[in-house]
């Protein structure tokens, strides 16, 4: 019978592959030349001699030793081998542990974010799955999970007066909880119940000028901008080009054609899913003569970077997706005024309001945005480059009267259709 003082002082030749010391009802303590030492339980079972392992000295000290070989006599005593238990505990707690809240949401976001989703939208849904739910619920077994732990997790983002970011996390979470019942993790998807628990959320639009002498103030408080030229550019541009501030930001001079007057924006980069971005075409983007001259006085300050609007400080990345709204509320347009997206609402709300003969379809294509129906996609193609020229020239030219404070009648596009 083994004391801890044996234990301690147990040593193995150097010439032989190891000692074994014994102690009682099979247990017994395995020392090797270098100094290991283990704890082992011997029995039979069916027939057969075996081993289970019960870990190291000494951090399995003798007296844990001998209730781990107590406990596996029990299990024994009942009819099941010790061994074969220990091997289906480990992969129980391995299911267990991939069946966890953040696991199967963690899997359901890397099949979505290399098969679909952009990878803006990818690092959100992470991100925020991150922030709010994870810590709340990401550790517990998916199926464990009821409406009640949920709406508790929902009701903390609640109160820190981000309601739709709330309804957001639910629909995610709804997302998550599909997954787990097609994988069989989960039985039922507990976030219908949760239908009308949240606070009612308000879809809150992009603050946009409309106004056409609000409009005409706006550009020339833009074209006073004091701030850098750069920056006043990219404001200049966005309300003659009217596309998402993210691609105007990340703006690259190989896109651009200035002789040409014309823009494209690879697939890649535009709101579309992984499928579009890959086979997708680029998108078109015709230059008004004021686009291209806010182009060519830009060009001498960054033509030599990658982007037309680089970082302030590394010119090697694109401007700071805060750019230009800072540079709004510079200049006393808040974000309950207006908002860089703000320029595309402007464009598309006073091109169909105050712009005759323009088609709305022409219009959200020049936008970028997806187009369904029989002949999808119709006024991207080429033959409707003049078109899409002359709108671009029209709306520009609409933009110098407001700029001048002229009283500006409804401008008539006829051929651009």
């Known amino acids: 019978m083994l004391t801890d003082p044996a ?53 399995v000290t003798l007296k844990v030793a001998r209730e781990g070989r107590d406990d596996a006599r029990k299990t024994r005593a009942a009819g099941t081998d010790p061994v074969q238990q220990r091997q289906q505990d480990n992969a129980n707690k391995q299911v267990s542990s991939a069946s966890t809240y953040e696991a199967v949401a963690r899997e359901f976001h890397s099949i979505q974010a290399a098969a679909k989703w952009s990878s803006g939208h990818a690092r959100k849904w992470l991100r925020t799955q991150e922030l709010y739910l994870f810590p709340e619920i990401g550790t517990l077994p998916l199926s464990s999970i009821r409406a009640a732990a949920i709406l508790r997790a929902l009701r903390k983002v609640e109160a820190k007066g981000i309601v739709n970011t709330a309804h957001e996390l639910r629909t995610m979470a709804g997302q998550v909880f599909r997954h787990g019942v097609v994988t069989e993790r989960c039985e039922k998807n507990p976030i219908a119940d949760l239908k009308d628990a949240l606070t009612a959320h308000h879809v809150k639009h992009f603050a946009a000028v409309l106004d056409p002498v609000e409009v ?56 579309l899913k992984t499928k579009a971005k890959v086979n997708g075409r680029p998108h078109l983007v015709p230059l008004a003569r004021q686009a291209v001259g806010v182009l060519k006085e830009i060009q001498p300050l960054t033509g030599h970077s990658r982007y037309v609007f680089p970082g302030a400080r590394d010119h090697a990345i694109p401007m700071s997706d805060g750019t230009v709204n800072a540079a709004l509320r510079r200049l006393d347009f808040g974000s309950d005024d207006h908002v860089a997206h703000g ?27 997806a187009k369904t129906g029989a002949n999808p996609g119709a006024y991207d193609r080429a033959e409707y480059a003049d078109q899409r020229r002359l709108m671009m020239q029209t709306w520009a030219d609409y933009l110098d009267q407001l700029r001048t404070g002229a009283q500006v009648i409804p401008f008539k596009a006829t051929s651009a259709r």
């Open 216 to 271: 005409g103030g706006l550009l020339r408080a833009i074209d006073g901008y004091t701030g850098q030229p750069a920056t006043r550019a990219a404001l200049q541009l966005s309300a003659l080009i009217f596309q998402r501030p993210g691609n105007i930001r990340a703006m690259e001079w190989e896109w651009i054609d200035l002789d040409a007057a014309l823009l494209t924006i690879p697939a890649q980069s535009m709101k």
């Open 7 to 59: 234990c301690k002082q147990a040593t193995c030749p150097q010439d032989k592959p190891r000692v074994r010391l014994a102690d009682e009802r099979g247990l017994y303590l395995e020392v090797a030349p270098n100094g290991s030492k283990r704890w082992f339980f011997k029995y039979r079972f069916a027939g057969k001699e075996k081993r289970l392992a019960l870990g190291n000295y000494p951090e």
């Open 343 to 369: 320029f595309r609402a402007m464009a598309r709300t006073m091109l169909a309001e105050r712009i005759a003969g323009i088609s709305s379809d022409m219009v959200e294509a020049q936008l970028g945005h």
